[in-house]
């Protein structure tokens, strides 16, 4: 069981975007957007297909309030 409070993220990737990311880049993206749950979202998805991802890219950020 995950506990959640107001303000927290939940971002979920397809192997798609963390497999062109690694995970790292994932985070600085979602700082990057500063608390925009879409902008984080595009920003990821981006930087993979940017890296060439071979596979579907999918993301969705979700900001807890």
Do not use: N, Y
Not at 6 to 31: I, M, N, Q, R, Y
């Amino acid at each position: 069981v995950l506990t959640l409070s107001a303000g927290d993220w939940l971002v979920f990737l397809s192997d798609g975007a963390t497999d062109a990311l690694k995970g790292e880049l994932a985070s600085l993206c979602a700082t990057a957007a500063c608390g925009d749950p879409q902008g984080a979202a595009i920003c990821i998805a981006q930087a993979a297909l940017s890296r060439g991802s071979d596979d579907d890219v999918t993301v969705v950020a979700v900001r807890i309030s």
